[in-house]
């Protein structure tokens, strides 16, 4: 069993910056994937980023890319999400997810997901 905690969300104005924070906990998962998933009101749940926790390989979607960064503390079990110039569109309920088959930008594929934390971007 593998536990994620989200925290970091919060409100910020268009331009500003957000860091999310996912402590993981549980089973070993040196072969996990982690991902960063969000979903605003009335939509589908949609893929933000993703890395593989053995072989480093990142994985944004494009409409982060090149603002969104994730990371990884080996030491602290814990996975990031750098948000810089945020949008409006950006305002969702952001949750991190784990899991070991692939198919990074699936959300299905992922086994183990967090309870969520809110961003909300304001213009």
């Known amino acids: 069993q593998v536990q994620l905690v989200e925290s970091g969300g919060g409100l910020v104005q268009a331009g500003g910056s957000l860091r999310l924070s996912c402590a993981v906990s549980?089973?070993?998962?040196?072969?996990?994937?982690m991902g960063w998933f969000r979903q605003a009101p009335g939509k589908e749940r949609e893929f933000v980023a993703a890395?593989?926790?053995?072989?480093?390989?990142?994985y944004y979607a494009d409409s982060v890319k090149g603002r969104f960064t994730i990371s990884r503390d080996n030491a602290k079990n814990t996975v990031y999400l750098q948000m810089n110039s945020m949008k409006p569109e950006d305002t969702a309920v952001y949750y991190c997810?784990?899991?070991?088959?692939?198919?990074?930008?699936?959300?299905?594929?992922?086994?183990?997901w967090g309870q969520g934390t809110q961003v909300t971007v304001s213009s």
């Open positions: 549980g089973r070993t998962f040196s072969s996990y994937y």
């Open positions: 890395f593989s926790w053995s072989g480093g390989s990142t």
């Open positions: 997810a784990a899991q070991t088959t692939g198919w990074v930008r699936v959300a299905s594929r992922y086994d183990y």
